[in-house]
């Protein structure tokens, strides 16, 4: 045994919890797609090409909106529950589902500010501000992460390690950053919206998972970043480990 697996032992126990969430994460959004009959890749070719066109930049303004709208509202209104959270986006999706493309469109900066809050709730949870510039950087990382339809067996972990990239780069940067990827997780998430007769319930379906998957998601990187900072291990160290766990269970 090596001394870095020495000290990793001191928290083994946190690092099996943490790859649990991760684990656990996307399970309800396969349950989604099972209910819709296909695969996640599938679902984007149901949007019109106009619609795919303007996607990343529908998501990265979204993602905009939501940043100065979370901001604004967190001296107003407290973080919530977990649970009440998901209630909230889940009525969200089932009204933008309802009324097909157009209203999907229209409820997913709304959504996108749900998520962020609900994100940023997880961080102060943690004992992190969300009103610094470094905890929201990495709060908006966490979207970086595959997205709750994607089958994920643990290989891609990318959006814990990007304290390195955080760094002297702007918030607006790292929206930039993150929007191709997040683009194409919300397109997923608006084509589910537009399944014929099954649009409203299928917005609160998807919506449901993916309050649920980022929440997961939030959950483990903060838990890593203050395993880091309380035991005063490498982050990149405790995140092999989570890679570790993850892919012998």
């Given at each position: 045994?090596?001394?870095?697996?020495?000290?990793?032992?001191?928290?083994?126990?946190?690092?099996?919890?943490?790859?649990?969430?991760?684990?656990?994460?996307g399970g309800i959004g396969l349950q989604v797609l099972n209910a819709l009959g296909g695969k996640a890749e599938n679902l984007l070719e149901r949007l019109p090409d106009k619609v795919k066109d303007r996607?990343?930049?529908?998501?990265?303004?979204?993602?905009?909106?939501?940043?100065?709208?979370?901001?604004?509202?967190?001296?107003?209104?407290?973080?919530?529950?977990?649970?009440l959270n998901t209630a909230l986006a889940t009525a969200m999706g089932a009204a933008g589902g309802a009324g097909g493309l157009p209203s999907a469109l229209a409820e997913l900066p709304v959504t996108t500010t749900v998520l962020l809050r609900a994100i940023q709730g997880i961080a102060a949870e943690h004992g992190f501000d969300p009103d610094l510039p470094e905890i929201r950087k990495e709060c908006l990382s966490v979207f970086a992460s595959a997205g709750p339809l994607s089958q994920d067996d643990g290989a891609d972990m990318a959006f814990l390690s990007t304290r390195v990239t955080l760094t002297g780069g702007t918030v607006h940067g790292i929206i930039r950053s993150i929007s191709?990827?997040?683009?194409?997780?919300?397109?997923?998430?608006?084509?589910?919206?537009?399944?014929?007769?099954?649009g409203a319930a299928a917005g609160a379906a998807t919506n449901y998972a993916y309050t649920s998957y980022y929440q997961q998601m939030a959950q483990v990187h903060f838990g890593l970043m203050r395993l880091a900072r309380d035991s005063g291990q490498p982050r990149e160290a405790l995140i092999a480990a989570l890679r570790q766990e993850v892919a012998r269970r």
């Open positions: 045994m090596t001394g870095t697996d020495l000290v990793l032992a001191d928290t083994s126990t946190e690092i099996a919890a943490l790859a649990k969430r991760y684990r656990s994460a996607l990343e930049s529908a998501t990265e303004k979204a993602l905009e909106v939501a940043l100065r709208a979370a901001a604004g509202s967190r001296g107003v209104v407290p973080d919530q529950k977990g649970w191709p990827r997040l683009a194409t997780v919300m397109g997923q998430k608006l084509a589910a919206q537009t399944v014929p007769i099954l």
